[in-house]
C-alpha cells in the first residue's frame, strides 16, 4: 500500500513536543507583554488632571463550577471612563466600592500613572438654589 507514514502520528515523538513549544511561547509572550507594561507605567510620571466622569460599565462572567450540583460562579468587573479638559478620554478598572460611589458626570481630580488608576477624588458641587 505504500511507505509506512506511522512515524507522522507518534503523539509522544511529534505531537507533544510541538504542543509544549507552543504552550511555552505563549506563555513566553504573555509575561513578557506583562512585564513590558509594568516597566511602562513605573517609568510613566504619576499624573493628578482634573476629569469628569462620563461612563460607567460593568462586565459579568460566569464560570461553572465542576460539582455535583452544577452550580456556577460570577465575578463582576468595574470601569469608569474619565474625560479631560482637552476632550481625550480613558478607561481604568476600578473596584465595586470605589464603582458603588461614583456617578456619571462627577467632577474631581483624576491620579494614574500609565495605565494603573491611583484614584479620583470628588469635587463637590454646590446647588446655588434658594
Known amino acids: 500500500m505504500g511507505p509506512d507514514l506511522s512515524w507522522m502520528f507518534d503523539f509522544s515523538g511529534t505531537v507533544m513536543p510541538i504542543f509544549l513549544i507552543v504552550m511555552v511561547g505563549i506563555l513566553a509572550v504573555s509575561a513578557g507583554r506583562g512585564l513590558l507594561q509594568w516597566s511602562r ?10 476629569a469628569r466622569i462620563v461612563s460607567k460599565r460593568s462586565e459579568i462572567r460566569q464560570q461553572q463550577v465542576q460539582e455535583d450540583n ?15 479638559n482637552g476632550g481625550s ?3 481604568f478598572k476600578v473596584d465595586g466600592h470605589e464603582y458603588g ?11 494614574y ?5 491611583h484614584g479620583f477624588e470628588r ?3 454646590y446647588s446655588t438654589a434658594e
Do not use: F, H, V
Open 101 to 111: 460611589m461614583s456617578a456619571e458626570g462627577d467632577k474631581g481630580m483624576l491620579t
Open 123 to 125: 469635587q463637590p458641587q
Open 70 to 84: 452544577g452550580s456556577s460562579r460570577t465575578s463582576t468587573t468595574y470601569y469608569l471612563t474619565y474625560e479631560m
Open 41 to 50: 507605567n513605573n517609568s510613566s510620571p504619576m499624573l493628578t488632571i482634573p
Open 113 to 117: 500613572q500609565g495605565t494603573r488608576y
Open 89 to 91: 478620554r480613558i478607561e
